[in-house]
């Protein structure tokens, strides 16, 4: 008899041979506390036992009660912070347990050959189990470095505790829409200045998620600033500059950016004035109020794609690009590295601005549909490393907690969108009136539809379709609403029925997105 916790026990049961020292170590790799019960250490077997049980319990309540909300709160740093706490402590403690195990087994007994044998592969499993927590740590790390290189990053202020009974606080302030702008960008080391080519309103419904993507074009002229701003009082009728000595000219939408970056003493001597500009002129033009921009290098959108493996995309026609048109992006449905969907996206060779609009939203709604969990899992490392340097915004990443869930949401719902291109807007004399008129019954479709995706959800509709018919004089401004008259349906305007292939026309591959 031996005595243990000080109680009187049995003669421990000694495991025979390396084969069962080997097999109650991994077994108390699943079942903690299996070799110490073998080895007739009841007392802490039972308590590994019972411990490994309530954790399993809070693990599982956890998954089943999470909502959408939890990934967001994980963005956080404070939350952040704590995950990389427990998961390094969890490490420790399930590389200790698999030792621990292996030792209460007597492994001294064995043969020279079984103790260096079962030593091994002992130690391996106590790594192996130890691993997944070391490499949660590490993405946590590696996501609380990468979010602070986009957001902003103040002192956190902990937020009071809610008093029995009180109401949780509205994240977006009793508004049923948010508005984001959506950017793509070309900075590069050995260009001057960031020139705004794919410009995209995303008006997002918070209850449903439905959404509306209104899309400009980079070429619009005249574009008309928001009254009592800098840039009105500079250009009053409108955005002109003169024109390049080969004709072509800087001063349409998406030099808008640029022009108030070098042009401070127009602010007051303030500097960095180019996002705030392009928000209220395109907030402005829309006839909407813009809560926040993201602007994305389109070149370094080429190395997230790759990080993912590639988007499948359907090509109509054959794009060809390059500076000598040397290079050919063939039609077809099939898998595009990063380079080829991003000379798909912008190449402008044998083409136009607005079917160049048309297949950046491809690309765009092939990334918000083909990137699964796994794949972001898997890949997440280079995701990361992909994605340094090439994102700007002024979402301030308290709102991370929120918009994740909703991003989430969106995925899922009913995206319809409006482009506003020849021939329903004239890029060199806009209306306007029948931009805000459109926009604003595009939302207002958007929000009466359903909230889950019909056949043909995420429509994206052609303006192409028919000979457009403004029922709008055009105007330096006008009300974010319309007439009855001015918002009636025709061409720009989302339908149910629209498909993603969009109608086919003059311009039909503007609106063709990836299988």
Known sequence: ???????????????????AVIGWTALSALVPGAAHLRAGHRRTGFLLLGAYGVLLA???????????????????????????????????GWFTLLVRSYVVLNPGELPQAGQVVSGVLAGILAVSVAL???????????????????????????????????????????????NILLLGGDWQPNRVGVRTDSLNMA??????????????????????????????????????????????????????????ETHPELFGGRHGMGPETLKQTIGYTLGLDVDWYALV???????????????????????VFGKYNEGLVKAGTRRLRGADAMWFARS????????????????????????????????????????????????????????????????????????FVPPLVSTADPDWALIRARSAKAIRDS???????????????????????????PSAGGPATASPSSAASGPGTPSPSATRAG????????SICGA
């Open 1 to 19: 008899m031996i005595e243990e916790d000080g109680a009187a026990l049995p003669e421990k049961i000694k495991p025979r041979g390396t084969a």
């Open 58 to 92: 809070a693990v599982t309540a956890v998954a089943l009660t999470a909502d959408a909300g939890l990934a967001g709160r994980l963005l956080d740093p404070g939350w952040l912070r704590a995950v990389i706490a427990v998961a390094l402590v969890a490490a420790l």
């Open 132 to 178: 997944p927590f070391v490499v949660v740590a590490q993405y946590a790390i590696v996501s609380g470095e990468t979010l602070d290189t986009v957001f902003d990053a103040p002192p956190t202020v902990a937020a009071a505790a809610p008093t029995p009974g009180s109401r949780p606080v509205d994240p977006w302030g009793g508004r049923t829409r948010v």
């Open 203 to 260: 008006s997002v419904d918070v209850r449903t998620g439905n959404t509306v993507l209104l899309s400009l074009p980079r070429n619009l002229e005249k574009v008309r600033f928001p009254p009592g701003t800098p840039m009105r009082r500079r250009f009053p009728d409108g955005f002109r500059l003169p024109a390049n000595p080969d004709g072509s000219r800087e001063d349409l939408l998406f030099s808008v950016w640029e022009y108030a």
């Open 297 to 319: 290098n389109m070149w370094g959108l080429a190395r997230i794609i790759d990080a993912l493996g590639g988007l499948t995309l359907t090509v109509p026609t054959d794009v």
């Open 348 to 419: 402008r060779t044998y083409s136009d601005d607005y079917t160049r609009m048309g297949r950046q939203r491809c690309v765009l709604d092939a990334l918000l549909h083909q990137t699964d969990p796994g794949t972001v899992l898997i890949r997440f490392n280079q995701l990361a490393r992909a994605s340094k340097g090439m994102f700007r915004t002024d979402i301030p990443r308290s709102m991370l907690e929120h918009l994740v869930p909703l991003a989430l949401k969106v995925r899922d719902a009913r995206v319809t969108g409006v482009q």
């Open 447 to 473: 929000a009466a539809g359903p909230a889950t995706p019909s056949p043909a959800a995420s429509a994206v509709t052609s303006p192409s379709a028919s000979p457009a018919s403004p029922a709008t004089s």
């Open 503 to 510: 109608t086919p026309g003059k311009h039909a591959d503007r």
